[in-house]
């Protein structure tokens, strides 16, 4: 059992359409990360998310961090092509422990 | 200032072999960790190494062994390879800021054990 749930595993959307990922657990993590990873590259991170309740906006990128710091979200609006990866939550328990990923979401934007 | 770099991206090994993954952190980082990413599994941390000492370390077999040298470069080793040994094996360097870790990937190395 994975300690970040990561949902749905796989996502297929037309460009233009709106979608959502989900990163939940039943622990506290003090920050939680998300990542993009296209093929044959390691994970870029995108942003960092620290206090509860927190929402961060990357363009069409919006992250939101729980306010219980338990769970997160990732929504991209207007999706593009460009936008197909797979994304990775990763969660940081405390300062000087290494990050716990979550299982992924693979993420398709057809044209 | 260049990425992260790994050697080689691609490697071909039989059962039983051993092999050696290296890896290049960005200049001034001093931390090195290691990860093993398979389709099943999804991204496990193997070990983390911190000014030529092991910091911090996953719950993988003793045959995953890693060390870093004075310059911050790194090296896994896996020995006895398993076919479940394949897998991309990713390094990230990491540097330290408002007390918060931000960890920078290599492309990997991606492993075939046959």
């Known amino acids: 059992t994975q300690l970040l749930e990561q949902s749905p595993q796989f996502l297929s959307i037309q460009e233009g359409e709106n979608l959502t990922v989900y990163c939940n657990s039943s622990?506290?993590?003090?920050?939680l990360q998300w990542y993009r990873q296209e093929p044959g590259e390691g994970p870029v991170l995108l942003v960092t998310?620290?206090?509860?309740?927190e929402v961060k906006k990357l363009k069409r990128l919006t992250f939101q961090f729980g306010d219980a710091r338990k769970d997160s979200s990732l929504h991209i609006t207007a999706a593009q092509p460009g936008d197909t990866g797979l994304y990775l939550c990763?969660?940081?328990?405390?300062?000087?422990?290494?990050?716990?990923f979550g299982g992924g979401t693979r993420v398709l934007v057809k044209p | 200032k260049a990425g992260v770099t790994q050697t080689p991206r691609y490697l071909i090994k039989t059962r039983g072999q051993q092999v050696t993954l290296s890896c290049s952190p960005i200049?001034?980082?001093?931390?090195v960790s290691w990860y093993q990413q398979t389709p099943g599994q999804g991204l496990q941390f193997l070990f983390e190494?911190?000014?030529?000492?092991?910091?911090n370390k996953g719950n993988f077999p003793g045959r995953f062994s890693g060390r870093q040298f004075s310059n911050s470069r790194s090296e896994m080793n896996v020995s006895t390879l398993e076919l479940g040994d394949s897998a991309l094996y990713l390094c990230?360097?990491?540097?330290?800021?408002?007390?918060?870790?931000?960890?920078?990937f290599g492309p990997g190395t991606r492993l075939l054990v046959l």
């Open positions: 190494y911190f000014s030529e000492t092991q910091r």
């Open positions: 998310v620290v206090t509860g309740g």
């Open positions: 622990s506290v993590f003090s920050s």
């Open positions: 200049s001034g980082h001093r931390s």
């Open positions: 990763a969660g940081d328990k405390a300062a000087g422990n290494k990050l716990t």
């Open positions: 990230a360097s990491s540097l330290v800021v408002s007390g918060r870790e931000t960890q920078y």
